[in-house]
């Protein structure tokens, strides 16, 4: 799986090419002359938002996981790591889940967000094909996106505003591409750009109406202008021997033993807390928890390690964006977060149907758990998300 992962990076970085669509407004430099002032428009930067000092600002940590989301990561991993955790301000602490559709339990994807966690989008088919992401049309880009939103929203009965970000498979960019299908159908923030230059400081979040001083690892990256659209960036952590890495689980070399893997959580976590606070990201899958119970020990190890710092406050990407639109120091929290995020209570009428799905070898069998009183009448899929053709 890392070997896939790393392999995937290189490959990215190897057909990089531009992408430059002419139907749309090229970015210009994000100057001190441009009228870019926040909550809408952000320069990108090592500057924290508000020109605070990091001595008074929170250290905001994101926890997302990828992919499909199950019965086995949801009750050995995301309860055991969320359930019963508070944020300083008493608020529970938050993750990000980019759900992707195949053997998705959209029951388990209503639960976490009632249980107050982000919901976000990976894709429809996850087609294992980096050239099917970096070269998408906008059309197919939508099917593949905002239908992963239409098949939450509906299957998982969660309302579509509150669906808001995107991640790409394979961390592969597509250009303006996904940018342009992002803002015409109203998603917030995209996290699927790593950075392997700003880390130290780390880069922070910024919107895209002018140009990013950001680097392109896994390209094309977007020229166009797209005001309002945030990046969240993916700042890389290293591994020990220096290599970068943007999901956790590609990090290669590192320790076997529950106080080593620690040691390296809280090295990359430091690089961060001890500069300019930057929003820490902790990207991984749950299968790298699967690969080593030592992975999960040391992450369990590592979250608590978090919540003994009084300054730190884990939450959903949106929650962040919230804060860096309306920067405030510790004593003022309030004013970007007024109120924690309240669990949601939205019924669910448990429903599990049988699919077949046509595969390489032929048909293949899926069964479907959502919230749906009916069975559709065939597997969603790309195109077709509801199921209803
Ligand atoms: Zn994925």
């Known amino acids: 799986m890392k070997f896939v992962i790393v392999s995937i990076l290189l490959l990215g970085a190897v057909f990089a090419a531009p992408k430059i669509d002419s139907r749309l407004d090229q970015a210009k430099e994000c100057s001190a002359n441009v009228a870019c002032k926040l909550p809408d428009c952000l320069c990108s930067s090592t500057n924290i938002p508000g020109n605070l000092?990091?001595?008074?600002?929170?250290?905001?940590?994101?926890?997302?996981?990828?992919?499909?989301?199950?019965?086995?990561?949801?009750?050995?991993?995301?309860?055991?790591?969320?359930?019963?955790?508070?944020?300083?301000?008493?608020?529970?602490?938050?993750?990000?889940?980019?759900?992707?559709?195949?053997?998705t339990n959209y029951s388990l994807v209503r639960d976490l967000y009632n249980e107050g966690h982000e919901i976000a989008l990976h894709s429809i088919s996850h087609v294992p094909n980096v050239t099917y992401w970096q070269a998408a049309s906008t059309n197919l880009m939508t099917d593949e996106i905002i239908g992963e939103r239409d098949l939450i929203?509906?299957?998982?009965?969660?309302?579509?505003?509150?669906?808001?970000?995107?991640?790409?498979?394979?961390?592969?960019?597509s250009g303006d591409t996904s940018f342009e299908v992002m803002s015409k159908n109203g998603l917030l923030y995209d996290c699927s750009w790593p950075t392997q230059v700003f880390t130290d400081p780390p880069l922070w979040p910024y919107t895209l109406e002018y140009k990013t001083i950001q680097d392109c690892q896994i390209g094309p990256c977007p020229e166009s202008s797209f005001p309002k659209?945030?990046?969240?960036?993916?700042?890389?952590?290293?591994?020990?021997?220096?290599?970068?890495?943007?999901?956790?689980?590609?990090?290669?070399?590192?320790?076997?033993?529950?106080?080593?893997?620690?040691?390296?959580?809280?090295?990359?976590?430091?690089?961060?807390?001890?500069?300019?606070?930057?929003?820490?990201?902790?990207?991984?899958?749950?299968?790298?928890?699967?690969?080593?119970?030592?992975?999960?020990?040391?992450?369990?190890?590592?979250?608590?390690?978090?919540?003994?710092?009084?300054d730190v406050y884990i939450v959903?990407?949106?929650?962040?964006?919230?804060?860096?639109?309306?920067?405030?120091?510790?004593?003022?929290?309030?004013?970007?977060?007024?109120?924690?995020?309240?669990?949601?209570?939205?019924?669910?009428?448990?429903?599990?149907?049988?699919?077949?799905?046509?595969?390489?070898?032929?048909?293949?069998?899926?069964?479907?758990?959502?919230?749906?009183?009916?069975?559709?009448?065939?597997?969603?899929?790309?195109?077709?998300?509801?199921?209803?053709?």
């Open 229 to 310: 659209s945030w990046v969240v960036p993916m700042i890389d952590w290293t591994d020990d021997k220096n290599v970068p890495c943007s999901m956790v689980d590609a990090c290669a070399n590192i320790p076997t033993d529950v106080d080593g893997i620690l040691a390296f959580m809280k090295r990359n976590f430091k690089r961060h807390y001890e500069t300019n606070k930057a929003p820490f990201g902790f990207f991984v899958h749950a299968a790298w928890f699967q690969a080593l119970e030592v992975h999960f020990t040391a992450y369990l190890k590592f979250v608590e390690y978090l919540q003994s710092l009084p």
């Open 316 to 389: 959903s990407v949106s929650r962040m964006l919230e804060w860096v639109k309306n920067p405030a120091d510790l004593k003022n929290l309030s004013k970007p977060w007024p109120k924690c995020n309240e669990p949601k209570k939205t019924s669910c009428k448990l429903t599990t149907c049988p699919h077949k799905k046509q595969g390489e070898w032929g048909e293949e069998d899926r069964y479907m758990t959502h919230c749906e009183a009916t069975c559709p009448k065939s597997y969603p899929w790309v195109g077709n998300p509801l199921g209803n053709k």
């Open 53 to 103: 000092n990091a001595s008074s600002i929170p250290q905001i940590v994101l926890l997302t996981f990828d992919d499909a989301v199950q019965t086995g990561n949801y009750y050995p991993y995301y309860q055991k790591i969320f359930n019963n955790r508070l944020n300083p301000d008493k608020c529970p602490i938050q993750g990000t889940f980019f759900a992707s559709h195949e053997y």
């Open 153 to 173: 929203s509906y299957f998982a009965k969660i309302p579509k505003e509150d669906i808001k970000g995107v991640r790409l498979p394979f961390l592969q960019m």
